[in-house]
Structures are given as structure tokens and as C-alpha cells.
């Protein structure tokens, strides 16, 4: 078998009839026994996907979490109590998700082991590999792994934390184990606490000033303005746009590598278009060389990290993109001629972040 890298109740003492402690006991117990959190059937209409994967165990991959477990909508942060996905958050911005199908999971399955991708559970000989013996079936598709189970099929999305596939894997082996004898655990009991963005969103233009800009763009032909997403400098040399997201900063950089890996993988294989080779080319070209400067960043066939005052980073091989990601909030800026530059102005940004 092939393994990839994959609340208190505070009581004030006073005097009291017997008749009134009589009340005011019964009227603790009351609140008490509403405040103890009820365990919901395990039955397909009630499922928890909660109590399938404990804390201790998203945290091998995450550090200690930022709040308990708890059912989340889909924006991958926000509570729901009708959420189909369990959301482990961890204190520094990356998470884990928990969901599944808990019925008809062998037809859906099938949506996700047709076509190209499908080729990534095929090992070097040739023979199809579910990644474990402890399901029937699995499949891989942007950050998730599908786990079947009989007909349940589980869905470990790993794409905004450190686990990778060989942890998504562990994590859906110990949720497997507990069909039928789910965690003694409530997914919306504890949700008044739950916390929103680890950075409090604000306009993006006040993380760079225009003099930083100006240092390596030169003199701006106008006020940097700004949208929801992203804030504009305009200068002599074009308009520099400096993208930036409050949330969910860790999953767009890994929706962003597995795309540039995907489409370089397709072109290799469908095409038979080997990018490595082409790019190396293309970089050891003297003509070019003389037409965009031997300093010039060139594109190349794979994404790099660049080291600063982030958790994590991209280097885009083809388009030449620098994106960084710190306590979940994401930036990016476009490709700077000037060597450097682009890191330069990220770093600085990124120091606003606190």
C-alpha cells in the first residue's frame, strides 16, 4: 500500500426562608440542567460531523485551537448551527473542516474519481490506491479528501492547515472508526464565543503608505484608492494593485499552488509539454536575456517560498506573483521588474498586521 505526504454559576449567600433556598434551588437545577449541553441522535437526520474528529486529534495538525469545535457556515469562519461542516479553528488563522454525505456517498464519490485528477491515485506500477484499508474508497479534489465508508463518504478538507494528505488521511481513519459510535460531543452547544476574523478587516490602503510605494514605484500620479479587496497605486510605470483578504487567507494560497501544480501536471501529461524543461530554456536564453535585462525575473516551471514576516508563501513559477499569508489574512501583489520590490512592500505590509 502506497502512503503519500499525505459556564459558573456564581451563588451570593445571604439570608433565606427555607421556602425561598427551596425556590432558589429548584431554579438552579432548572438552569443547570438547560445549560448542560444535549448530545443529538445519531441518526441520519441529526448527524453531528462534530463528534467524528475530537480536538485532541485536529490538533496534531493545528496547535491548540482558537475555540472548541463547532458547526460552521460556509464561509469557513462564522458559527452555524445548522452547519453541515464542523470547523476546528486554529489560534494562528488555519483550520480544519469535517463533513459528510451520510447517505448515497457512493454515487457522489463518483464525481470525484472521473478524468484527469483521478490519475493522482494511481501509483508507479500502475494500481489504484485508496490511501488506506480503512475505507472502500477514496478521492482527492481541491484540498479534500473523500473517504467511503459503506454508503458515508467523509470529507476531510485539509486545504487551509499544515495537515496535508497524509494527515487528512489519519483524521478520516479516526472518523471511519466512529460510525455508529460517534464522540459524546455537541457541535452547537458552545457557539456564543465564537470569535470572528483573527485581523479585523479595514481599508486595504492602510497597510502601505504612499511614500513606501513610491520608493520603488516613483512618484504615484495619483492617491492610492481602494475597493473591498484590494488597493490601486497609481504611477508612471502603471498602476500597482495590492491585493488583500481579511479571512481565509491560508486557503486561497493553497487553492492558488494546487492550481499552478494541476495545470502544470496536465500540460506534462496530456500535452506531453514538459514545463520544467521549457522554462529552463527560456531562462538560459541569451536574446532574451538582452531584451529584459539580465537582472529580470524570468518564469519558471514551479512555485517557490519567499522567507518574511509570514506564516507561509507563494512565489508564482509562471505568472510571478508574490502572495503571503499571516494569521489568515492573504496579500498579493503582481510581478515588479525591480528585483526584490515586491517582497519589500509585502514586508512592510505584513508588519501592520499584529
Known amino acids: 500500500m502506497v502512503r503519500y505526504s499525505l459556564i459558573a454559576i456564581v451563588l451570593v449567600a445571604g439570608c433565606r426562608s427555607h421556602s425561598d433556598a427551596a425556590a432558589s434551588a429548584d431554579t438552579t437545577a432548572a438552569v443547570a440542567t438547560t445549560a448542560a449541553p444535549a448530545i443529538p441522535p445519531d441518526d441520519i437526520w441529526h ?9 485532541a486529534e485536529a490538533e496534531t495538525y493545528l496547535g491548540p485551537l482558537l475555540h472548541t469545535p463547532y458547526r460552521a457556515a460556509t464561509d469557513h469562519i462564522s458559527a452555524d ?4 461542516v464542523c470547523l476546528y479553528r486554529a489560534k494562528d488563522g488555519h483550520s480544519l473542516e ?15 474519481t472521473q478524468g484527469f485528477l483521478s490519475k493522482f491515485f494511481v501509483d508507479d506500477k500502475g494500481k489504484t490506491d485508496t490511501l488506506s484499508d480503512a475505507w472502500d474508497q477514496a ?8 473517504a467511503l465508508k459503506g454508503d458515508t463518504l467523509l470529507h476531510i478538507d485539509y486545504a487551509a492547515s499544515t495537515a496535508g494528505l497524509t494527515g487528512a488521511a489519519k483524521l478520516a481513519e479516526d472518523a471511519i472508526g466512529r460510525l455508529g459510535k460517534p464522540l459524546a460531543y455537541n457541535g452547537v452547544a458552545d457557539m456564543r464565543g465564537v470569535p470572528g476574523p483573527l485581523v479585523a478587516p479595514r481599508d486595504p490602503c492602510s497597510v502601505l503608505t504612499r511614500a513606501q510605494v513610491e520608493k520603488v514605484m516613483g512618484p504615484l500620479t495619483a492617491a492610492p484608492h481602494s475597493d473591498a ?11 500597482l494593485v495590492l491585493q488583500v483578504a481579511w479571512i481565509n487567507g491560508f486557503r486561497a494560497l493553497f487553492t492558488a499552488r494546487a492550481a499552478a501544480t494541476n495545470a502544470s501536471a496536465m500540460n506534462n501529461q496530456q500535452f506531453g509539454l ?32 519567499v522567507a518574511g514576516p509570514w506564516a507561509d508563501s507563494r512565489l508564482g513559477g509562471v505568472e510571478q506573483t508574490t502572495e503571503v499569508v499571516k494569521k489568515d489574512v492573504y496579500m498579493e501583489l503582481p510581478l515588479i521588474r525591480k528585483p526584490g520590490a515586491a517582497v519589500a512592500l509585502l514586508t512592510a505590509a505584513m508588519n501592520t498586521i499584529q
Open 98 to 112: 469535517v463533513s459528510a454525505d451520510w447517505m448515497d456517498g457512493k454515487t457522489t464519490i463518483k464525481q470525484y
Open 81 to 84: 448551527s445548522n452547519g453541515h
Open 274 to 305: 514538459n514545463m520544467d524543461k521549457a522554462f529552463a530554456a527560456m531562462n538560459q536564453s541569451k536574446q532574451l536575456r538582452k531584451i529584459v535585462g539580465k537582472d529580470a525575473t524570468l518564469p519558471t516551471g514551479r512555485d517557490t517560498t
Open 47 to 55: 448527524k453531528d460531523p462534530c463528534r467524528y474528529v475530537s480536538q
Open 229 to 239: 479587496g484590494s488597493c490601486t497605486f497609481p504611477s508612471t510605470s502603471g498602476d
Open 139 to 146: 478521492a482527492i479534489r481541491d484540498g479534500t479528501l473523500f
